[in-house]
């Protein structure tokens, strides 16, 4: 049956071969008459468009020929009299004029001067013109005198206005013919285009185009408003020296369909129907009686086809298929039906009672109910109920059944019965999985809680932490809330000494305490997270006119200065609080955390155990740093930190004996600043150690150019700090550098503390020393070194601070101190160096406690590279005054 059905395509379709041949015979035969069709009304078209062409063409070039003609007879009356009059002239070349001609002017120039002309309103200027010395047109004129004959240009733009069409012909005069001049004719172009039928009215686009006959390019001067298509009918015009390309197309194009070609296309169509439409007829009615006999054969296929495959579904799904008679109690089991319900095969007759007896006792009145229910209302019937089996064994069976009346009148109910113990017993396994996912679930979901909660607290203290406190930073600045919002920023003091000296168990426990009292102290509608280490944040939605948030932090300074008994020691630590508050709703949250931390390093660097609160002031204070930063770091890219030369001189000579570079910065705006307004800003910014190499570098270059000059100075000392001593590059660039030994001097600030340098500090040093490079203590006396680690350090040179020599002439005792460093010195071999010397009454002083070198305002203050230069040249510190201090000295 199935490859009968599969071949009935082949089998219709080859019913319809005939008709099929005949329809594609019919569609070449009009494929073939439509394209002759098209093919005739393009010839049409193109023999039409050359025929109008032609008349455009012949039009035009009669007119040309006309004009040229004309002024050709005038041309041989001016051979004849070569001295022809203006009044001859006016009345020939009138008798041209006053014709239909297309002439716009004419001009005869003997030896290539005009002295004629026609007319002369317009053209008075023209008399007098000599061809050889206009630019426009000598190469014309010259040819036409090279050619000897004719010559027609065009078309030209004239300087009159509008276009035209030049015709210069050669005048021949005595009786050898000899070359006397020319005769220049002007052809109006539009009124020769006109007169020739090029104009609005055309049935075919025209283009025209000139090109020279030797070499240029191709100009159109003329085209009707259709554009010419593609593939046009051309034509030339040859006027003399150029060639005019006439092109030409149909209006609509070459591809415009004719009139009556839909009406023939048409008439095609209908032919082929006429042919084709029969066959397919015929092919259709033999077809159908075909599909007729093999319906007739399938039916009976499917019959038997459906049942095969009933008894396998009931076969495979293990139904049992039952039927009851109501009114004789009859009751018809299939073979299934029996092994459900422990009926033996052999047994003839089945009875209701055969079923009641196998139900179990528990579901058998409601099991009789439902059945009774189901026949007496003509519903479907539809139940589950258990089976007893003859082992003690429990079914489940799911029953289905529909009512029907027989044809004798009698009622029936059949239906189906399948074991469903399985999906019973598997329906129990997973609602008590379902309940134990359930129970694991909510574990899972405490356990998550847990975690979240830990997520969100600090281990510690268990106090929100900084996840917690960003989350309701978030949604603070969400939402249309416009209270007020203020954060206070707290920063335990003097913390890190008790790390250091008790231990981190002893620091945790500060931390716990430290957290307790501020939930004590804060009111239960604040918020209070640890972010870090010793800083805790509290928030806050209060109105700070009335929660007065300066004495609560003064209050939590108090509570947490108390001491604390930690591993039975009484500590105490201290605490510095930021306040900022956002009044303005356009303010992040983010933003108010960064103000409350600028007012807590405000309260640091006040000393302290305080409370500060951001506003204006600290806001520009922020705003200038960062400004300046910013510049620090443009002014390193651009070059702008320059050395400032102090020279240092002997004590005895008043010499020059070294020189200190001073770091300057030069801002092109603000002017010269000094190192006490940018050093502590470019310290937070890591690259104090760029500007010690900027100006290094700077110094050495300065150092050869005095080498040069023979100015004697035998060192230049500049300020490096720790950061440029760390530097790991440093001692490799040292040593490309080739210094020579003493000429450079690093001065190391006192306030570095020597006593805090680790190893590796110590070990950079000395590498330093190795290359030559002198080591000099700056600002010494300010307390910061101590005896030891001087004489472990070993400098050169020990530079008096100047606040230690400013009061030595007033205070005997500020003058036994200088002496005892003097005397240190000496005692080490080591050189003093006194800055600040003010009065030369100070240089005297010095000088007899010993000092060695002096340097200050007495002398010279700092100067720009070319300044100092001119300074040590001049020698200008040594005026009558001061060498008063030297004959004195001397006495």
């Known amino acids: 049956m199935n490859d009968r059905n599969a071949q009935l395509p082949l089998q219709g379709l080859g019913y319809y071969i005939p008709a099929i041949v005949v329809a594609f015979a019919a569609l070449i035969a009009i494929f073939l008459a439509d394209s002759q069709k098209l093919r005739l009304e393009e010839e049409y078209l193109r023999s039409f468009t050359t025929e109008q062409l032609g008349v455009l063409r012949s039009r035009l070039e009669g007119n040309i020929q006309g004009d040229i003609n004309l002024v050709q007879g005038l041309v041989a009356a001016l051979s004849t009299e070569p001295d022809m009059s203006p009044g001859r002239f006016a009345d020939l070349a009138g008798r041209i004029f006053r014709k239909d001609t297309q002439l716009r002017n004419l001009a005869i120039a003997p030896d290539f001067v005009v002295s004629l002309v026609y007319p002369v309103k317009g053209n008075e200027r023209t008399i ?90 191709a100009r159109t001067f ?94 495979a799904s293990r139904v049992g298929v039952w039927e009851f008679e109501t009114e004789t109690s009859t009751l018809t089991w299939d073979a299934r039906m029996r092994v459900l319900y422990n009926v033996p095969p052999d047994q003839p007759v089945c009875r209701y009672e055969d079923w009641r007896d196998a139900l179990h006792p528990d579901d058998l009145e409601e099991a009789e109910r439902v059945f009774a229910n189901a026949i007496e209302a003509d519903r479907p019937y539809l139940t589950e109920f258990r089976v007893l089996t003859t082992g003690g064994d429990i079914r489940h069976i799911r029953a289905h059944g529909m009512t029907y009346r027989a044809s004798s009148g009698a009622k029936r109910i059949v239906g189906a019965n399948w074991d469903v113990t399985d999906d019973i017993r598997l329906q129990a396994e997973l609602l008590e999985a379902k309940l134990t996912a359930e129970a694991q679930n909510r574990a899972l979901e405490d356990a998550r809680l847990v975690l979240e909660h830990n997520s969100l607290h600090d281990a510690l203290t268990q106090l929100p932490n900084r996840r917690f406190l960003d989350q309701q930073l978030a949604l603070a600045g969400m939402g249309e809330d416009t209270r007020p919002l203020t954060l206070l920023h707290i920063d335990l003091d003097r913390f890190k000494d008790i790390n250091d000296t008790l231990g981190h168990a002893a620091g945790d426990e500060v931390l716990k305490q430290a957290a307790g009292v501020l939930r004590t102290h804060i009111p239960a509608e604040d918020f209070i997270a640890r972010i870090g280490g010793d800083e805790f944040v509290l928030l806050s939605r209060r109105d700070p006119a009335k929660a007065d948030f300066n004495a609560l932090s003064a209050r939590l300074i108090e509570a947490i200065s108390e001491p604390m008994a930690i591993e039975g020691h009484d500590c105490r630590i201290g605490a510095s609080i930021g306040i900022a508050t956002r009044n303005d709703a356009e303010e992040s949250a983010e933003q108010l955390l960064v103000n409350a931390d600028i007012a807590l390093y405000e309260a640091k660097r006040r000393g302290r155990n305080r409370v500060e609160a951001f506003n204006d002031e600290l806001r520009l204070h922020t705003v200038e740093v960062k400004r300046l930063g910013d510049d620090i770091l443009r002014g ?111 001065e190391l600030l006192e306030s570095i503390s020597f006593d805090a340098f680790d190893d590796g500090l110590k070990q950079a040093i000395d590498d330093i020393k190795s290359l030559g490079i002198d080591i000099e203590i700056d600002d010494f006396g300010t307390g910061h070194a101590s005896i030891v680690s001087l004489l472990e350090l070993s400098p050169k040179r020990l530079k008096i601070d100047r606040r230690l020599v400013q009061p030595l002439l007033e205070s005997t005792a500020q003058q036994s101190l200088v002496r005892s460093i003097i005397d240190i010195g000496k005692v080490r071999d080591i050189e003093t160096v006194a800055e600040g010397v003010e009065t030369l009454a100070h240089a005297e002083l010095l000088r007899g406690l010993g000092c060695h070198v002096l340097q200050g305002y007495a002398f010279a203050r700092p100067m720009a590279a070319d300044d100092f230069l001119a300074f040590a040249k001049a020698r200008g510190w040594k005026p009558a005054d001061k060498a008063g201090l030297t004959t004195a000295r001397a006495s």
């Open 222 to 315: 003329f085209s009707t408003a259709a554009p010419v298509d593609a593939d046009p009918v051309i034509m030339i015009i040859d006027i003399g020296h150029e060639a005019w390309t006439m092109s030409a197309t149909p209006l609509g194009g070459w591809h415009q369909p004719s009139a009556d070609l839909a009406f023939f296309r048409a008439g095609l169509a209908l032919l082929a129907v006429i042919i084709v439409a029969p066959m397919f007829w015929v092919g259709y009615l033999m077809k159908d009686r075909h599909r007729h006999i093999l319906a007739l054969q399938d039916r009976e296929d499917r019959l038997e086809t459906v049942s095969q495959r009933l008894q396998l579904a009931l076969d």
């Open 636 to 746: 390193l890219e651009q070059g702008e930190f320059h050395p400032f030369f102090q020279p240092q001189f002997d004590a005895e000579t008043l010499e020059i004996v070294g020189v200190e570079a001073l770091a300057r910065w030069l801002h092109p705006t603000r002017g010269v600043i000094t190192p006490d307004v940018f050093l502590p800003v470019a310290g937070s910014l890591n690259v104090v150690a760029r500007i010690d190499e900027a100006i290094l570098d700077q110094a050495l270059f300065q150092a050869m150019r005095w080498e040069g000059q023979n100015l004697g100075i035998a060192r230049v000392s500049v300020n490096v700090s720790c950061q440029r001593l760390r530097d790991e590059g440093l001692l490799e660039k040292l040593r490309a550098m080739n210094i020579r030994p003493g000429s450079l001097t690093f």
């Open 128 to 217: 007098g013109l000599d061809y050889r010395k206009n630019e426009r047109q000598r190469a014309a004129a010259m040819q036409v005198k090279a050619l000897d004959r004719l010559i027609v240009t065009g078309p030209v733009d004239l300087v009159q206005g509008g276009r035209g069409v030049i015709a210069r012909y050669p005048i021949h005069a005595g009786r050898n013919n000899a070359f006397i001049g020319i005769a220049s004719a002007v052809i109006d172009l539009d009124k020769l285009l006109a007169n020739s039928g090029f104009g609005k009215d055309l049935e075919i686009a025209v283009s025209l185009s000139s090109r020279p006959h030797v070499g240029g390019e």
